[in-house]
């Protein structure tokens, strides 16, 4: 399997990768067809996973590879670490900074309250946006495959887009179910629910390609994707998750994320 595998060109596995993310993301906002309202615990249990899976592919996949190779470079391995992913958190803050600017009343005409209709804008804006950085993430550890297959990288960039895929089912909930409730038909709302993935490939392309054409900055990308997902997870996730008052189950279900990842990335690679 792993051979085969290394066959592959690392772009399109990155694409491969990101197109499963992208299904993920579909499957989570198909439930509008089932259900009106999503069950918060499970919804939460569920965000709070994605959360420590997140939390753990950021190291063992992002950022300690790109120490490793930022070492093998002959840099001091902090300053590559350091600065992509201080510029990954800073990067996002200004995505942050845009999101007022979308124009709620062009895209959402269908919702009638003008409060719920920007709201739900600004979430399928905001979600849309923070996959991007995800999207890259998973690009940018496939297209390192490039300068470095081995099984152990290979486990690496599969189990982040296996966490990243976990974590994109209850975001393609959170999009499709309040257009749902607000009154967009069962259609629509998935449309716009799965439409929130559908950058990931698209980033994930531009990573993978980024990465092999200019090896040297591969250190900062590992490190700036790291940097993006602790904060998408530190400013999101954790909020959205015990915003309910779920604190405690989500607490553990952060953890067990954490350990499921750290065990993909650790003992299977």
């Known amino acids: 399997m792993i051979q085969s595998l290394a066959d592959l060109n690392p772009v399109l596995l990155a694409l491969l990768a990101t197109l ?10 198909s439930f509008v067809f089932s259900t009106k309202k999503a069950n918060p615990l499970v919804f939460d249990s569920m965000l709070a996973f994605a959360g420590g899976v997140m939390i753990a592919a950021s190291f063992w996949s992002l950022l300690a590879p790109g120490i490793e190779m930022a070492e093998s470079q002959g840099v001091p391995a902090y300053i590559p670490a350091a600065v992509g992913f201080l510029l990954g958190g800073v990067f996002l803050l200004l995505v942050d900074r845009i999101l007022p600017m979308i124009n709620d009343e062009l895209y959402f005409k269908e919702i009638i309250d003008r409060k719920a ?24 550890a496939f297209g390192a495959l490039a300068s470095d297959f081995t099984t152990s990288s290979l486990t690496g960039a599969i189990a ?8 994109n089912i209850p975001e393609g909930t959170a999009v499709s179910i309040p257009l749902r409730r607000e009154g967009m038909s069962p259609k629509k709302s998935f449309f716009y629910g799965q439409f929130s993935g559908m950058v990931e490939p698209i980033s994930a392309v531009i990573g993978a390609v ?3 054409f200019i ?23 954790i909020p959205g998750s015990q915003e309910r008052g779920h604190i405690q189950i989500t607490t553990m279900s952060l953890m067990v994320g954490f350990v499921v990842m750290m065990i993909l990335d650790v003992a299977l690679g």
């Open 215 to 237: 090896e040297p900055l591969l250190p900062y990308a590992l490190s700036f994707a790291a940097g993006a997902m602790i904060f998408v997870v530190a400013k999101e996730v």
């Open 160 to 167: 982040l887009a296996l966490g990243i895929g976990i974590q």
């Open 20 to 29: 499963f993310t992208w299904g993920c993301t579909a499957f989570g906002a």
């Open 210 to 212: 980024a990465v092999i």
């Open 117 to 140: 209709k920007h709201r739900t804008a600004m979430l399928i804006f905001s979600i849309t946006m923070h996959n991007i950085p995800e999207g890259l993430a998973v690009g940018v």
